[in-house]
């Protein structure tokens, strides 16, 4: 299952040049993950309090077909992929709202669950096992 995320370019999310800086598309398709937890009521402010586990992104990629600028319209489309009993990644297409066939750019993140005092991998909390399995 995919997720969809809405989002209007801002002018804080572009640099000099006009475009958006290739780090704030990390950052936006944070915001899809943090809305598609919250869209299966999973509670965001115990979720990344929780002291017995933390889930890192351990990598990020992006890749631009178009640049994207200040008053576009996206969506973000999200996949997630459980990848064993501790990792999961993302795969997230940003594509033009007025036009859902026009990708603009892709990216990927990878999450490892870990414990935040050995710093040491540890299984999946419950209610991520239950959202990767939802989609």
């Given at each position: 299952m995919?997720?969809?995320?809405?989002?209007?370019?801002?002018?804080v999310d572009t640099d000099a040049a006009g475009v958006v800086y290739f780090a704030h598309v990390l950052s936006m398709c944070h915001e899809a993950y943090?809305?598609?937890?919250?869209?299966?009521?999973i509670n965001l402010r115990e979720f990344f309090r929780d002291a017995a586990a933390?889930?890192?992104?351990?990598?990020?990629?992006?890749?631009?077909?178009?640049?994207?600028?200040c008053g576009d319209e996206i969506l973000?489309?999200?996949?997630?992929?459980?990848?064993?009993?501790?990792?999961?990644?993302?795969?997230?297409?940003?594509?033009?709202a007025t036009d859902?066939?026009?990708c603009l750019a892709?990216?990927?993140?990878?999450?490892?669950?870990?414990?935040p005092?050995?710093?040491r991998r540890i299984s999946l909390p419950e209610s991520m096992l239950q959202w990767l399995s939802e989609n």
């Open positions: 995919t997720h969809d995320y809405s989002r209007t370019i801002r002018l943090e809305a598609a937890l919250e869209a299966t009521g933390a889930i890192p992104i351990v990598r990020g990629e992006v890749d631009f077909f178009r640049p994207l600028f973000i489309r999200l996949s997630p992929q459980q990848l064993s009993e501790n990792e999961f990644e993302i795969a997230y297409q940003i594509l033009s859902l066939n026009q892709s990216a990927k993140t990878r999450h490892v669950c870990i414990n005092a050995t710093r």
